[in-house]
């Protein structure tokens, strides 16, 4: 057939890049509606003339579903407010040693980049890539801080790490469609106001959301070999092995990594780290098959699993401590055979790092009992994740209560969503088993 015969119009190069591109996103968009993307951006992005491009880029995921948190970064503004008003930084350990005035100069910074962000993200002019956007970008008080204190005998004054983010009211604002900004700060219960690091912040977000991804957008390219050639893609196993290799990294990129590893071993399957300089470069790396920057992936080493009997040993060898010192009842190896059948358990690399028993009673209740983490992954959200399969587990099974029976772990299962019981409450089988001389107290979830 004569091209000039036909109906079809023929489109230019750029025109059939484009629609192939978009062809070509479309299993991306698929996969990201309703995903948590925790966002970092340093305060050298946000000084950026091209700031405003990424926020309409931001816009865009917001607009394809994505649950997103931003954190911002700060150090840049800080350093230059500091100069101009002639007060000396100290750091410690890769943190700011925050004074009181030193803080002001923080509290200023932050208002001023929050507004400033929040100024970009109202704008909707006709024939921009916001026109037509209502998105509430949500700020508050999410981190429940503490002070540093005293390390090594530096004094932190106000700088702080978190305690505890408040992740229903983050959840409740993202499933309502809003944008969570985040600047690099905490309060105490005391109302203090303390300094806390913004990459730190981005990982402890993104591990206690569960986010799918944590996004580190900087002045780095992404994560080079020795050879200083961009790596598009590695694992954390990998990631460990270059930290142990690679002399010439700078203690600064030393934490960084750090910190991407703590992230994805806390359960953050993909961190992304992304050069700011690249225009597009979020698209770039989210919505192409090879990206621009780094993505590190788990190590896919580690499950969760029904224990069989050959998992005996390593259960034993993980709750003896905990037996020792009376956190945990203590069993035998011929109740831990008879029992295994209740048993989950985590295995990294054959090795047993958390396990916790389900007992159920009748077809209502069910006791979570056994549950332990290894010391060197605690405080990493194996134990949310260990109790959330055994949850899903039990209500698949149309159990509708759970109760421990606890002497020291009283504060995590009320955290979790347990209130507290009385004896009476449990089923008659497990009253008649109860300990009176470890006398632990009871507390029941209902699922």
């Known amino acids: 057939m004569n091209p000039n015969d036909s109906n079809i119009t023929l489109l230019s190069n750029s025109d059939i890049d484009f629609v192939h591109w978009f062809r070509n996103a479309a299993p991306y968009i698929n996969a990201f509606r309703d995903k948590t993307f925790v966002i970092y951006f340093s305060?050298?992005?946000?000084?950026?003339?091209?700031?405003?491009?990424?926020?309409?880029?931001?816009?865009?995921?917001?607009?394809?579903g994505v649950k997103l948190v931003l954190v911002h970064g700060a150090r840049s503004?800080?350093?230059?407010r500091l100069k101009t008003l002639e007060i000396q930084s100290q750091f410690s350990q890769g943190l700011r040693v925050t004074d009181y005035k030193t803080m002001q100069v923080?509290?200023?910074?932050?208002?001023?980049?929050r507004l400033n962000i929040e100024g970009l993200f109202t704008t909707n002019l006709k024939?921009?890539?916001?026109?037509?956007?209502?998105?509430?970008?949500?700020?508050?008080?999410?981190?429940?801080?503490?002070?540093?204190?005293?390390?090594?005998?530096?004094?932190?004054?106000?700088?702080?790490?978190?305690?505890r983010i408040d992740i229903d009211s983050i959840l409740h604002s993202l499933n309502a469609g809003d944008v969570i900004l985040m600047s690099p700060v905490g309060y105490s219960p005391t109302g203090e106001i303390f300094n806390i690091n913004g990459e730190d912040l981005a990982a402890e977000t993104s591990i206690a959301l569960n986010a799918d991804k944590l996004i580190f957008i900087?002045?780095?390219?992404?994560?080079?070999?020795?050879?200083?050639?961009?790596?598009?893609?590695?694992?954390t196993r990998n990631l460990n092995?270059?930290?142990?290799?690679?002399?010439?990294?700078?203690?600064?990129?030393?934490?960084?990594?750090?910190?991407?590893?703590?992230?994805?071993?806390?359960?953050?399957?993909r961190v992304h780290v992304i050069d700011r300089n690249i225009e597009g470069a979020v698209l770039l790396e989210l919505f192409t098959q090879n990206g621009i920057g780094t993505l590190?992936?788990?190590?896919?080493?580690?499950?969760?699993?029904?224990?069989?009997?050959?998992?005996?040993?390593?259960?034993?060898?993980?709750i003896s401590p905990l037996e020792e010192s009376?956190?945990?009842?203590?069993?035998?190896?011929?109740?831990l055979e008879t029992e295994i059948n209740n048993f989950y358990i985590i295995e990294r690399e054959n090795t047993i790092i958390g396990c916790s028993a389900l007992y159920p009673f009748n077809d209502q209740q069910a006791e979570l009992a056994c549950m332990a983490i290894a010391p060197d992954y605690q405080s990493q959200g194996r134990g949310d994740k260990l109790f959330n399969h055994i949850c899903k587990c039990a209500r698949k099974s149309g159990l509708k209560h759970l109760f421990v029976l606890t002497t020291q772990a009283t504060h995590w299962f009320i955290e979790h969503g347990f209130e507290k019981a009385s004896l009476e409450d449990l089923p008659d089988e497990k009253q008649a088993l109860y300990n009176y001389q470890r006398n632990s107290a009871v507390y029941i979830k209902n699922l």
């Open 43 to 64: 305060g050298d992005v946000l000084a950026d003339d091209e700031f405003p491009s990424l926020v309409h880029d931001i816009v865009l995921l917001n607009s394809l």
């Open 326 to 335: 009376g956190f945990l009842v203590k069993r035998s190896r011929e109740r």
């Open 77 to 80: 503004q800080i350093e230059k």
């Open 127 to 163: 024939y921009t890539p916001m026109a037509g956007s209502r998105i509430n970008i949500i700020s508050g008080n999410f981190i429940i801080a503490k002070p540093k204190g005293i390390i090594d005998g530096v004094d932190f004054h106000h700088t702080g790490e978190i305690r």
């Open 296 to 318: 590190i992936t788990t190590d896919k080493l580690e499950d969760i699993r029904l224990a069989t009997i050959e998992d005996v040993n390593g259960i034993i060898k993980l």
């Open 241 to 269: 092995q270059l930290l142990k290799n690679n002399k010439q990294l700078t203690e600064e990129l030393r934490r960084h990594y750090q910190r991407i590893i703590y992230a994805s071993d806390g359960g953050v399957n």
């Open 106 to 113: 923080i509290k200023e910074a932050s208002g001023c980049i």
């Open 218 to 235: 900087d002045d780095i390219s992404g994560i080079k070999d020795e050879t200083a050639q961009l790596i598009s893609e590695l694992t």
